[in-house]
């Protein structure tokens, strides 16, 4: 069986495999300075036999590495990430996505597949900070290219998402005037009092939204001025996020009138920046299904139901164009948390190389039958068009 065959392969470039998660484990290097993470991974494609692409979209450290085996065919994206977050380094075992995938691609390429399709590697960095993958969207790359887009990711369980939450990140800055709050408080227009009117607004609305919407805030600057000065400026960073983007569309109009019936009530000037606008995940069970099929195959460790809670990912932007499912392999105890120092503990371990062949095994017989199995594929596509139809039917 050609499953098989790719399986062997995998299995005996292990070490070079692992030895590369390892070096870029070692070269931490946080989003939009992963150069030497895309050295390592488009060097070794490139001598595969990949057409490499580097800067891909304007982003310098992503790139884009594509194989194609005679005409047409499914076109099968692999995506991976790098980034190391600030301080603590890979502390979400993105170093071991980019030698994973390169295992599943070079065992998709020499397996001998007689049907013709197209392997597509894409390296996105930056999802930790500027979610690299909104901004290569942003500048022209939509990845509509892919008939499916297949990721891996460490973690507690092997297991994988029906759904992520949606996430608007702001920038909020109100402009006040400044003046000596005992002689002349009535020439100051405190902006931190809007501020201050405006996190009460947020507790207000937190009542009349769907119960999966969370608002998170905190101040990040107030002009440091002494409490006898009236604050002529005062800056929050809040998230919005909700499991559909559609509705959380709505909820953030909603969220901006508080900011402006903040700054109307103080006689300020709001600002309101939205600097990053993630997607939530559209679920595909074919896919999933297809996934956590080849991760039982391979008794791929700790097999677990699709997770309760997520986060935000920018990988939700990709996976609202295309079919997409991410794999998440076993590699940290249950219950560990992502951003940890058990993360980065267990990061060169055993278990760590186990996660990078098993992610590259499940992700290669994954993708094999989704060539092989037309209608497979054709199947996933419907339902993706379904879900999302639906998700934008219900706000």
């Known amino acids: 069986m050609l499953k098989e065959v790719m399986f062997r392969d995998i299995d005996g470039i292990r070490n070079e495999m692992t030895a590369m998660a390892d070096d870029i484990f070692d070269h931490p290097e946080i989003g939009l300075e992963e150069f030497h993470a895309q050295k390592v991974l488009t060097d070794w494609l490139e001598k595969e036999g990949f057409v490499i692409e580097r800067g891909v979209a304007g982003v310098e450290t992503a790139f884009k590495a594509v194989y194609r085996h005679g005409e047409g065919g499914p076109n099968i994206g692999l995506l991976c990430e ?57 500048n022209g790359c939509t990845f509509e290219e892919l008939d499916a887009a297949l990721m891996m990711h460490g973690g507690p369980a092997t297991q994988v998402d029906v759904k992520s939450l949606a996430n608007s990140k702001y920038k909020v800055i109100f402009h006040g005037v400044s003046a000596h709050a005992a002689i002349k408080p009535e020439k100051g227009r405190s902006a931190l009092d809007a501020l201050i009117l405006a996190f009460q607004g947020i507790e207000f609305l937190r009542e009349h939204v769907n119960s999966d919407v969370k608002i998170h805030y905190t101040v990040v600057n107030c002009g440091g001025t002494p409490a006898n000065v009236v604050p002529a400026y005062a800056e929050a960073s809040v ?90 392999i076993a590699f940290v105890a249950p219950g560990a948390a992502a951003h940890s120092q058990e993360y980065i503990e267990a990061g060169k371990t055993e278990a760590a190389h186990d996660a990078v062949i098993y992610g590259a095994k499940i992700l290669a017989g994954t993708a094999l039958e989704l060539i092989e199995d037309p209608e497979l594929l054709k199947q996933a596509k419907e339902e993706f068009r379904k879900n999302l139809a639906k998700e934008n039917s219900e706000v």
Do not use: W
């Not at 065992?107 to 001998?112: I, S």
């Not at 995940?281 to 956590?292: G, R, S």
């Open 82 to 138: 790098y980034d190391a977050l600030p301080g603590i380094g890979h502390a979400c075992g993105h170093h071991m996505q980019g030698p994973s995938i390169l295992a599943a691609a070079k065992a998709l390429k020499d397996a001998e597949i007689r049907e013709p399709y197209v392997i597509t590697v894409y390296g996105t960095p930056a999802e930790e900070s500027v979610s690299g993958k909104i901004r290569m969207i942003q």
């Open 239 to 328: 998230y919005v996020r909700s499991y559909n983007r559609a509705y959380l569309d709505t909820v953030c109009r909603r969220f901006e009138k508080v900011l402006k019936g903040a700054a109307m009530m103080t006689e300020t000037e709001v600002e309101i920046i939205e600097e990053k606008k993630v997607d939530n995940k559209i679920p595909v069970l074919t896919l999933n299904d297809l996934v956590m099929k080849q991760a039982e195959e391979i008794h791929a460790p700790q097999i677990a139901p699709a997770r309760e809670k997520t986060g935000s990912t920018d990988f939700g932007n990709v996976m609202r164009r295309v079919p997409g499912t991410c794999a998440r």
